[in-house]
């Protein structure tokens, strides 16, 4: 029979969340392993960013994540922040630029970023048990045990970062979820997020603008966004949908509007400006002009000159407040994260240990905590790995 081992902390999950916390952990003298399925980790952090890794944003504050509790993820997001990973970055000398929107990212490869993790914990002396399935987890007299490939494992405390279902073909599953259940902790229930929604055949016309993009304003509730919005052969995506995709609820319908720039009164102005000009060639000096055809044919409107006034009232405000009701999303497949998971009423905030089970500490994706497109999932990543690394010592150390 293979003997027990022994260690301080075990952390299920490689991605982002799971190698922060194993770094400052083990730094801090703990001793880790690191146990994920998958036979190499970070496997999100490098597609991530087009392979550059949007590692970070600037304005990484709690009001931009998701929760059922929009407070929880203010003290990790406090005590590590944005500066600090910069920081980091900088020591391992990876260069990096600011992109829109305060959106960080490498100037070369997201493998620096994994590298620079796997030294960080290298320096901590973590142990990984790479490629290896998790076997049933068991609790008692204050230590968990499980069989981990063909090893058995032990310690008092255990870290749930494998991450949501989302990108599934990255081998993402809700391995988590299950096992919070198991210890008694709630689900939030878990959607899509970050993902291209889909239209139904009456918005069939649309399909026609295709690869078409254009900078407006999205809406989902109260919530809006002014980036590029993209027509699909399936229905919306881009940065602008995908950012109201994480507020979208089913059934409901999203807005848009075209032209965000526009003054009121623009297009009656535009009458007496040009009154021989149709409706296509004004919105096409501002719209592309597929675009601009499709929107002025549904207005119904040709000629300006024989437009009254209030019609072409009613135009703007149909281009500021253009309704689509999706029928529903790529799903996990394609979304980037998951809203929902490990209910933080279960969970400490300043530590992200489990309120009822003492050593079970939850962080990251798995967690119901999710950030805005650009860089707010990898900050709340390090810094939720940061807070359980940080509490991990300091009970070991006790």
């Not at 003298?29 to 550059?52: E, F």
């Not at 929760?67 to 590590?80: E, Q």
């Not at 055809?293 to 253009?322: N, P, Q």
């Not at 707010?376 to 070991?396: D, K, L, M, T």
Request: hydrophobic letters at 45%.
């Amino acid at each position: 029979m293979t003997a027990m081992a022994h260690y301080d902390a075990i952390i299920l999950g490689g991605g982002g969340a799971g190698l922060m916390c194993a770094a400052v952990a083990g730094q801090r003298g703990v001793r880790v392993l690191v146990v994920d399925h998958a036979a190499t980790v970070g496997k999100k952090i490098l597609i991530s960013g087009g392979g550059r890794c949007n590692f970070t944003n600037v304005g990484a504050v709690a009001e931009r994540y998701i929760s059922a509790n929009p407070h929880f993820a203010k003290s990790a997001l406090g005590r590590y922040r944005p500066e600090d990973f910069i920081a980091l970055v900088d020591q391992y000398r990876i260069a990096w630029h600011e992109k829109t929107l305060g959106q960080l990212f490498c100037d070369g490869s997201a493998k620096q970023i994994v590298a620079m993790l796997l030294e960080e914990c290298a320096t901590g002396q973590v142990d990984f048990a790479l490629g290896q399935p998790v076997g049933d987890v068991a609790y008692s007299d204050g230590r968990f045990r499980m069989q981990a490939g063909d090893r058995l494992v032990s310690a008092p405390a255990l870290v749930l970062a494998t991450g949501g279902p989302s990108i599934p073909k990255l081998g993402a599953t809700d391995f988590a979820y299950g096992l919070a259940r198991q210890f008694g902790l709630k689900v939030v229930q878990p959607r899509p997020a970050l993902v291209p929604l889909t239209l139904p055949g009456g918005e069939a016309l649309f399909r026609e603008l295709a690869g078409i993009a254009a900078d407006v304003v999205a809406r989902a509730g109260m919530a809006a966004f002014r980036e590029a919005a993209l027509f699909t052969h399936r229905g919306l995506s881009g940065p602008a949908i995908l950012q109201v995709s994480s507020y979208w609820q089913p059934g409901e319908a999203i807005s848009i509007d075209f032209l965000p720039e526009a003054a009121p009164g623009w297009l009656v102005a535009a009458k007496r400006a040009r009154p021989n000009a149709g409706l296509r060639a004004v919105l096409a000096g501002l719209l592309p002009q597929r675009l601009a055809e499709v929107l002025a044919d549904r207005l119904t409107i040709s000629e300006l000159h024989g437009a009254r006034d209030t019609s072409l009232a009613e135009a703007e405000r149909r281009l500021r407040d253009w309704p689509f009701r999706p029928d529903g999303s790529e799903g996990f497949a394609k979304a980037e994260v998951t809203v929902g998971g490990i209910a933080t009423d279960g969970l400490l905030q300043q530590t992200m240990m489990a309120r009822r089970v003492p050593g079970l500490y939850c962080i990251g994706e798995a967690v119901d905590v999710t950030g805005w497109l650009g860089g707010y999932n990898f900050q709340w990543a390090w810094a939720s790995g940061f807070a359980a690394g940080e509490a991990i010592a300091e009970a070991a150390l006790e």
